[in-house]
């Protein structure tokens, strides 16, 4: 036996000679996956997370393997070019193929009227962990499963977790344990810097930090990609000119920190910041604490919920604030609303007319032009399945366990439209992630971090800022402390500008931390 299924630190092996098999785990015993000669290397990107491995290995007749732990292995991927290049890849794409045929150690019953099914469904695929999925309206051996494991309908979702633990309706901070998400991550050692959020901006410090040899910990709340992840479709970011999705950006750029040594904490929030002297330490909300001699605040902003009357009630069973595959394959051939006019609810229209019978767009506004850029514009003026709604608002949602209907009103006319329309896309405005950092950084009225010139005299002396410099470019009222992204006050909202933001922090860390 070489590797067992549910190990960490799953060693990379290079078969010299004999063969080796790879199988998994299924209700009715193994599945052979591949037979591997001489030449073959098993491992995923499990072996750069420090996860769980999904799959066995063990040798099928006697030969010789070379067997790399995984220290060992981060350092061939980070000093070898040509050999990082045919590793990573290959990590990359058989997770991709297990994503796809979900071959994974975690099964979900859920139904699609359950909000709690789409998060669990969300949490597991943004954060690149393969599963499979009985859905209890639609596959017939589904509720017979639940009626074997005693487990009533009140209880999904249901996780089944590497097919030993039943866990029902479960946070994500459950699933992330019972699957060893976190395995290994120390909280007692004081790190370089200390990342909290996973957006575009996070996962940029991330990568600079640790590829400059800085001891990095990137601490999030969900998932990595923040709000950028939720985007269908980025297609003005530089380098991709046929655009990438936000999900397969984001899961790129956490491959690559990991690549350079850099740990993610998934699932746990940061509840506050200790800042009462010159180190830190980010506290989360498990009670244990992170210190670290410098902290990024990439925590972003969070879409604006409208003001109407009952649509809270159905969030995740009809009212989304992410348009990915996952919420397109709810809405089938059926008619949507997208709310907002910025650039994510445009790529979210332009997404969703793939698949959807029609598409409203809602903006309050009398154009688009001055929120959105001119080539999302273009696609959405010339596509016939949309159709944009200008100076209009959402007033009211209607349904029965889920949004069954909702209705819009035309401000200049009155006119009042009501459609029953079961599927909301909500993309308006940006609320900061802040309310952790009170009283411990400057905010701007709005709630957003205040840096560098943006920090007025008063805000240092609330602050007690001890250096006779003034703050550096992102950095906050206090010494070493960074903020980057849209959770910035001032920042431009852009996937590029939040990246080259994550970039600059780590730059001004290295200075910081010199002092």
Known sequence: MLAERGDSNTPFLVLLAGSLEVTRATPYGEELLLVGTSGTFFGDVTMLSNRASLVRARMREAGEVVIVDRDSLR?????????????????????????????????????????ATLRIREFLSRN???????????????????????????????????????????????????????????????????????????????????????????????????????????????????????????????????????????????????????????????????????????????????????????????????????????CGREEVVVVGGGNSAGQAAVFLSGTAAHVHMLVRSKALASTMSRYLINRIEENPRITLHTHTELTAAEGNGRLGGVEWRHGPTDHVERRPIRHVFVMTGATPNTDWLKGCVALDQAGFVKTGQDLTPDDLAASRWPLSRAPYLFETSRPGVFAVGDVRSGSVKRVASAVGEGSIAVYLIHRALHE
């Open 128 to 330: 690149g962990h393969p599963y499979t999925y009985l859905d209890l309206d639609r596959d017939a051996g589904a509720q017979q499963l639940l009626d074997q494991l005693h487990v009533p309908a009140a209880d999904v979702p249901v996780v089944i977790c590497r097919g030993r633990l039943v866990l029902r309706n479960p946070a994500n901070e459950e699933v992330a344990d019972c699957l060893g998400f976190n395995t290994g991550i120390d909280d007692a050692h004081v790190r370089d810097v200390v990342i909290v959020g996973a957006g575009p901006g996070g996962l940029s410090s991330a990568v600079y930090a640790a590829s400059e040899g800085l001891s990095t910990l990137l601490v999030e709340l969900a998932y990595p990609g923040g709000q950028a992840g939720s985007s269908s479709k980025i297609e003005n970011y530089l380098g991709f000119p046929t655009g990438v999705s936000g999900e397969e950006l984001a899961g790129r750029a956490t491959v690559q920190a990991e690549k350079f040594g850099a740990e993610l904490l998934v699932a746990r929030q940061a509840v506050s910041l200790k800042c009462d002297g010159r180190s830190y330490t980010v506290e989360t909300d498990r009670g244990t604490g992170f210190p670290a001699r410098a902290v990024v605040i990439a925590t972003g902003a969070q879409y604006r919920k409208l003001p109407v009357a009952s649509l809270n009630r159905f969030e995740g069973i009809g009212v989304y604030y992410a348009a990915t595959q996952t919420e397109a394959q709810l």
């Open 75 to 115: 350092r061939l991927v980070q000093t070898d070019a040509e050999l990082s290049d045919i590793i990573v890849r290959t990590f990359i794409l058989r997770r991709l193929t297990f994503i796809a045929q979900g071959w994974g150690d975690v099964a979900l019953v859920g139904s699609a009227y359950s909000a």
